[in-house]
């Protein structure tokens, strides 16, 4: 079945340590890529998304993303994950010929101060 | 309005009960996502508007759920029936259609179904 994966379910940082999640999807066609963060409380805010061009896109608060065509991956980076960065994290695939999006199941991120 | 908005914010249901789920997205937006997130999980896929018009409805669970978006603006997802497992928080989210355009989330309505 077609769908969006994400490998990590629960991952847990200290300060400054390097993050990167991984995201896979297995539609084919043209696609958007996008990752959302939802922080405790709140609703699902866009971090950064991949439309065309530069396969290294960066977003907010320091993350980045690479596409990679030939994997079908878009996995998040950050250098140095601060506490604040604890959250939920959602990539999502959009797929151009029916304009429908679907997400992955989330990878909860833990930043011990 | 500046933003996605869903009322209500929550929801307690006694199942069997019929709930109605109301999603304003933000004005002149095309497209109408609905989805469903289970605690824990990432958001499923419901259904999906363009306009008035139903596109996609094939992440419904079963037919006791109904959208419906009939002047292309609010739209309503409807649940008969109430059932536990029908307990979650129902996302709405809206866009303007085609590539390049991300999606804007509403907070989400919480349904509880005791």
């Known amino acids: 079945a077609q769908s969006v994966s994400q490998h990590n379910h629960h991952v847990i940082l200290s300060e400054a340590a390097s993050l990167e999640l991984g995201c896979n999807y297995s539609?084919?066609?043209?696609?958007?890529l996008f990752w959302y963060v939802q922080y405790p409380g709140q609703h699902l805010q866009l971090l950064l998304k991949?439309?065309?061009?530069?396969?290294l896109v960066k977003g907010i608060k320091g993350f980045e993303a690479e596409f990679i065509k030939s994997k079908f991956s878009f996995n998040l980076r950050k250098p140095s994950v601060q506490w604040s960065d604890t959250a939920e994290y959602f990539c999502a695939v959009r797929r151009i010929i029916n304009n429908d999006m679907r997400f992955g199941a989330g990878t909860r991120l833990t930043v011990k101060p | 309005g500046a933003g996605v908005s869903q009322s209500p914010r929550y929801k307690v249901a006694k199942r069997g009960q019929d709930v109605a789920l109301r999603c304003d997205p933000i004005s002149g937006h095309v497209s109408l996502f609905w989805y469903q997130q289970a605690l824990g999980q990432g958001p499923e896929f419901l259904t999906y508007f363009q306009n008035e018009a139903q596109l996609d409805k094939s992440g419904l669970p079963s037919d006791r759920f109904f959208a419906e978006r009939p002047e292309g603006s609010v739209s309503t997802l409807k649940i008969q029936r109430t059932q536990q497992e029908d307990s979650a928080v129902y996302l709405c989210?809206?866009?303007?259609?085609?590539?390049?355009?991300?999606?804007?989330f509403g907070q989400g309505t919480r349904l509880t179904v005791v």
């Open positions: 989210a809206s866009s303007l259609v085609g590539g390049g355009t991300e999606a804007f």
């Open positions: 991949y439309f065309s061009g530069d396969p």
């Open positions: 539609y084919g066609g043209t696609v958007n």
